[in-house]
């Protein structure tokens, strides 16, 4: 994960100066803001691959800045963990509800905040965006903004396109209506959860042609899943 791109949101020098020498030494490039408009600058300037967002900042909570992160199409796939003092159950969820990947309770190494952001990286971005996904035979090839079934190119709508992309890059995990919306459409327009149920079925009907809408999956009550296993 070496030469990744880390911006660290946090108002507390100290802190900041801390975690900055402790990813720096383990191979990562790092920059730095002190509240959420010099974050905003940042993100605008150069995307960083992962944010760290402390809680308690001085212009704004970083529970919002999280939240309007991930609500922004252009942004929502940006990886943030949570940074806080505050280790009460409640707030953990907060914080992931609001759309964090992560959440560190301070105080914490910087050992075991390099191996959380490994993971987080790890997970959220499998490959970058040339590299193939495959699954089942589904290849996902972002570059070329297609998906091919075998040999053959399946025929998208470009909704239909970002949902398959989104589930194939983000495989055997059930996500919500809300999560789809958020996640997908980015949570910019009022959309109806109907509306994700419409989508669903295109997709599914697109490839249905191929063989391969077994692989969408609804789970009664909770949502949809992709799932990467032979079925
Ligand atoms: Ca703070």
Redesign the pocket.
Known sequence: MAGKQILIV???KP?RDMIAFGLRRAGYDVTEAEDTAEARARIADRRPDLMLV?????DQS?LELTRQIKRDRDTHELPIIM?T?RAEEGDKVAGLECGADDYVTKPFSPRELVARINAVLRRSAPGGPDELIRANGLTLDQAGHRVLAGEATVTLGPTEYRLLSFFMTHPDRVYSRGQLLDRVWGGNVYVEERTVDVHIRRLRKALEAHGYDRYIQTVRGAGYRFSSRPQ
Do not use: Q, V
């Open positions: 946090e108002d507390e802190i402390d809680w308690m900042l001085p970083g940074l003092a």
